[in-house]
């Protein structure tokens, strides 16, 4: 039976370019530690890829803040760097510290990487795909996701976060074939990646460029723009009728030459982001995304009135969709985001 305009999902007719009187919302990591119901699992699991790689844990933890709060998408729970080690790289999480992989130095240890390529690892992510569309309410849009080229090469180059991704840098400086062999292994793992995810019941998907804006122009274009529209496009090939979100975190004015690069359809805004530049810059060629400091929601009270006002000015009047301008952290009381339900929903 096909839907109506007004039967489908908010999130995906403001994706498809709809203005909306209340705009749909959902957070960025809104499946998290913030939630006791998500803390009670993750001990459970005894580590997080315990939790990313058990299906029936990790359709219940993306599931859990649609049961508590009714947001309007649900996002897949897993992590970015599920990539690199269906490439083989080796993946680890220190408690406190985030993530760890043994870094590609050479050429050498890039082909050792590749020789355990394939995409089976991942099975059991597409199999929390498939039980989470099983279980979401009508009306609630699901999103999937991977980390852009540029983002995921900046760990596995380096192995862990790093401030200002000077070892990814360093070694584009230096070897510029063996940086583009990485990402071209990313771009094509990436696209298979998405591709089963859509195949499994997303109706969207994300693209994460966390470290998007520690670049400079021309090597944001190279980095950046080539590589995620080469993964739009592989996608598009395979599923024409794909929505794909780009949120290239930090990289501000450039995000309109983003935009018309790589042919997303909407893009998120970081919360630093000048709001007027957004909206006439980027909002008049797709629909935006964000872009609320998760600082403000964490603190609360008439500030978060106030920031919650200010984006629906900037945007309401276009495509949008509510959220943060980066993920929720962890000691972000339950009451502010239900307030922050509240005040979008009028």
Same mark, same amino acid.
């Given at each position: ?6 039967d /489908?999902?908010? #999130? ?5 370019g709809?203005? &909306? ?9 809104q ?6 119901e ?7 699991a005894g580590? *997080?890829?315990g ?6 844990? =990790? ?5 859990q803040?649609?049961?508590? #709060?009714g947001?309007?998408?649900?996002? &897949?729970?897993?992590d ?7 490439? !083989? ?10 993530p760890r992989l043994?870094?590609?130095?050479d050429?050498n /240890? ?5 020789r355990h390529?394939?995409?089976?690892? &991942?099975?059991?992510?597409?199999e929390?795909?498939?039980r ?6 009508t ?6 996701f991977c980390g ?7 760990y596995?180059?380096a192995?862990?976060g790093?401030?200002?991704?000077g ?8 070897d ?6 990485i990402?071209d292994?990313?771009?094509a793992t ?13 109706d =969207?998907?994300?693209? *994460?460029?966390?470290?998007? !804006? ?14 995620? /529209? ?6 598009r ?21 983003y935009?018309? !690069? ?7 805004l ?5 709001r007027? #530049? ?6 008049s060629?797709?629909p935006?995304?964000g872009n &609320?400091?998760p ?14 006002? =200010?984006v ?7 495509? *949008?969709?509510?959220?943060? !301008?980066?993920?929720?952290l962890?000691d ?11 005040a979008?929903?009028g």
């Amino acid at each position: 039976m096909s839907l109506t305009t007004s039967d /489908r999902p908010a #999130f995906l007719r403001a994706l498809a370019g709809e203005t &909306l009187t209340t705009p749909p919302i959902w957070m960025m990591r809104q499946a998290g530690r913030y939630l006791p119901e998500y803390r009670e699992l993750r001990a459970k699991a005894g580590s *997080f890829l315990g939790l990313c790689y058990n299906p029936e844990w =990790a359709a219940e933890v993306t599931l859990q803040p649609i049961r508590r #709060f009714g947001f309007d998408a649900a996002i &897949l729970f897993s992590d970015i760097l599920v990539v690199p080690q269906a490439l !083989g790289q080796k993946l680890w999480f220190v408690e406190g510290e985030g993530p760890r992989l043994e870094p590609v130095a050479d050429r050498n /240890r890039l082909s050792e990487i590749d020789r355990h390529a394939g995409l089976s690892v &991942l099975d059991p992510v597409i199999e929390t795909v498939r039980r989470v569309r099983a279980g979401l309410p009508t009306g609630t849009a699901f999103i999937g996701f991977c980390g852009a080229p540029w983002t995921v090469a900046t760990y596995m180059v380096a192995g862990r976060g790093t401030p200002d991704q000077g070892p990814a840098k360093d070694l584009f400086t230096r070897d510029e074939a063996l940086f583009r062999d990485i990402i071209d292994r990313i771009v094509a793992t990436s696209i298979d990646y998405l591709c089963a995810q859509i195949e499994a019941g997303v109706d =969207a998907v994300q693209i *994460f460029d966390s470290w998007a !804006g520690s670049l400079g122009e021309a090597d944001f274009e190279r980095w950046c723009i080539v590589p995620t /529209r080469r993964i739009v496009e592989g996608v598009r090939a395979r599923q024409p009728k794909a929505r794909i979100i780009g949120f290239p975190r930090g990289a501000g004015r450039l995000i309109p030459a983003y935009v018309r !690069g790589t042919g997303v359809d909407a893009v998120g805004l970081e919360s630093e982001i000048d709001r007027g #530049f957004a909206r006439d810059e980027i909002q008049s060629l797709v629909p935006v995304q964000g872009n &609320l400091d998760p600082l403000v929601l964490r603190a609360g009270g008439p500030e978060l009135e106030r920031e919650i006002a =200010a984006v629906m000015e900037a945007f309401g009047q276009g495509p *949008f969709v509510f959220n943060l !301008g980066h993920g929720i952290l962890p000691d972000t009381p339950i009451a502010h985001v239900e307030r922050l339900l509240a005040a979008v929903r009028g």
